[in-house]
């Protein structure tokens, strides 16, 4: 029982710092609006650094205010924001 207690607290503290590495996950992506067509670039943090998953939940932040997403360019760390900050401008972490 004595060896089982190093594990067991190795084993929580890995599940309770898994979420916090979760939410350094960002995605850069192209959306657009109809009538008159307007297109912008932008930053979003997602919970998921799976570009799939990213896509999805990106798409529906940006449909609820009234944009398309066209594609996810990239995901990626909090190493990546600095770089991308001035190229999205206004919708740098806007959604």
């Not at 307007?38 to 919970?47: E, K, M, P």
Request: aromatic letters at 12%; proline letters at 4%.
């Amino acid at each position: 029982m004595r060896h089982f207690l190093p594990f067991l607290a190795f084993a929580i503290l890995f599940l309770v710092q898994t979420p916090a590495h979760a939410a350094d996950c960002y995605a850069d992506y192209k959306a657009k609006q109809d009538s008159p067509l307007r297109l912008h670039y932008g930053v979003i943090q997602v919970s998921t650094c799976s570009a799939n998953q990213a896509a999805t939940e990106a798409s529906a932040r940006l449909q609820a205010a009234g944009w398309t997403l066209l594609n996810v360019i990239s995901v990626f760390g909090p190493e990546g924001l600095q770089e991308r900050k001035a190229d999205a401008g206004s919708y740098y972490l806007r959604f």
